[in-house]
């Protein structure tokens, strides 16, 4: 269903809890891009950092104000003096398809061997977000003030913009963050806690329009970039490409490894997402790659706006 801007107005009341139910099926447990599209707070070298953004509704023509990818991220080995190459590729899995790290790494666990646990722990897929944002203030880059950019962000502000929508007590109103008149502003804090950064001093400001004129306001949301794009099919390299980007990173045939890591050892379950150690989203806050998103993703399945 394409909204007009009259009916995103008109319908924001109502909005919340359609939107709460459809986003919760958007989850079930089954891409660094440096494009200028896309934001990122910037830091000082003792990790600090500020920035107001706003999150926007979902783009003209979409149903979706977030959508989330999983992508593996993690270094090869060193080859004499050289450096380990990088892997960093959007997981198949996104999609609902075999990805070759993620076969990889469970036919690794799977061996029992605590080295090779050890490895997958650190090669383990990693969940991400993406919204557009309009950004109010950037002290460190103030050319970014009053422009729209694509956010990737992990599962801790994910956190919070879902207990801004759902929150732990009645007394507290909900609030869609993704309202561009009844929504509220983002303060994003970052600070650095025991080597990772951490957003636990952000918040958010009350309830109000992002602007009082309207046709500014439509002006920005039709500058909104897509967010199906990000997730769609041909942005994904296919299986076989990322076959050979990851042998290549490994210096090994992974197929052939594979075969040689086989021991008399009992087999372990396959690595599920219960059993995830702590990631760092593209900001590098430490997070959980599974988040408990069911009910927040539920709307989106629907098609409802």
Do not use: C
């Given at each position: 269903m394409?909204?007009?801007?009259?009916?995103?107005?008109?319908?924001?009341?109502?909005s919340?809890?359609?939107?709460?139910?459809?986003l919760?099926?958007f989850?079930?447990?089954?891409?660094?891009?440096?494009s200028?599209?896309y934001?990122?707070?910037t830091?000082d070298?003792?990790?600090?950092?500020?920035?107001?953004?706003?999150?926007?509704?979902?783009?003209?023509?979409?149903?979706?104000?977030?959508?989330r990818?999983?992508?593996?991220?993690?270094?090869?080995?060193?080859?004499?003096?050289e450096?380990?190459?990088?892997?960093?590729?959007?997981?198949?899995?996104?999609?609902?398809?075999?990805?070759p790290?993620?076969e990889?790494?469970?036919?690794?666990?799977?061996?029992?061997?605590?080295?090779?646990?050890?490895?997958?722990?650190?090669?383990?897929?990693?969940?991400?977000?993406?919204?557009?944002?309009?950004?109010?203030?950037d002290?460190?880059?103030?050319?970014?003030?009053?422009?729209v950019?694509?956010?990737?962000?992990?599962?801790?502000i994910?956190?919070?913009?879902?207990?801004l929508?759902?929150?732990?007590f009645?007394?507290?109103e909900?609030?869609?963050p993704?309202d561009?008149?009844?929504g509220?502003?983002?303060?994003?804090?970052?600070?650095?806690?025991?080597?990772?950064?951490?957003?636990d001093?952000?918040?958010?400001?009350?309830?109000?329009?992002?602007?009082?004129?309207?046709a500014?306001?439509?002006?920005?949301?039709?500058?909104?970039?897509?967010?199906?794009?990000?997730?769609?099919?041909?942005?994904?390299?296919?299986?076989?490409?990322?076959?050979?980007?990851?042998?290549?990173?490994?210096?090994?045939n992974?197929?052939?490894?594979?075969?040689?890591?086989?021991?008399?050892?009992?087999?372990m379950?396959?690595?599920?997402?219960?059993?995830?150690?702590?990631?760092t989203?593209?900001?590098?806050?430490?997070?959980?790659e599974?988040?408990?998103?069911?009910?927040?993703?539920?709307?989106?399945?629907?098609?409802?706006?």
């Open positions: 394409t909204l007009s801007f009259a009916d995103l107005k008109k319908n924001r009341a109502a919340i809890n359609s939107l709460n139910e459809e919760g099926k989850q079930k447990k089954t891409y660094t891009d440096n200028d599209k934001w990122q707070l830091v070298k003792a990790g600090n950092g500020s920035a107001t953004i706003r999150f926007l509704p979902s783009p003209e023509g979409e149903s979706k104000p977030v959508i990818f999983w992508e593996h991220s993690f270094e090869g080995p060193k080859k004499g003096d450096k380990g190459q990088w892997y960093i590729e959007k997981s198949l899995t996104t999609l609902g398809q075999d990805d790290v993620s990889y790494n469970n036919k690794m666990w799977e061996t029992g061997l605590k080295k090779n646990q050890d490895i997958v722990r650190d090669r383990k897929r990693k969940l991400y977000y993406v919204s557009n944002i309009y950004v109010v203030k002290p460190a880059n103030p050319d970014n003030d009053g422009k950019f694509l956010y990737k962000y992990g599962q801790k994910f956190t919070r913009i879902n207990d929508m759902n929150p732990a009645d007394d507290i909900k609030v869609n993704f561009l008149w009844e509220a502003n983002f303060k994003l804090r970052a600070t650095k806690v025991a080597g990772y950064r951490n957003y001093k952000s918040d958010w400001d009350k309830p109000s329009p992002l602007l009082d004129d309207d500014e306001l439509e002006r920005i949301w039709k500058s909104e970039e897509s967010l199906e794009k990000v997730i769609d099919p041909s942005e994904f390299k296919t299986y076989a490409q990322l076959k050979a980007r990851l042998d290549k990173v490994l210096r090994i992974t197929s052939d490894d594979l075969e040689a890591q086989k021991t008399a050892k009992p087999k379950d396959k690595l599920n997402s219960d059993d995830n150690p702590p990631w989203d593209p900001d590098g806050s430490h997070q959980d599974d988040g408990d998103d069911d009910n927040f993703f539920k709307r989106f399945e629907d098609g409802d706006e």
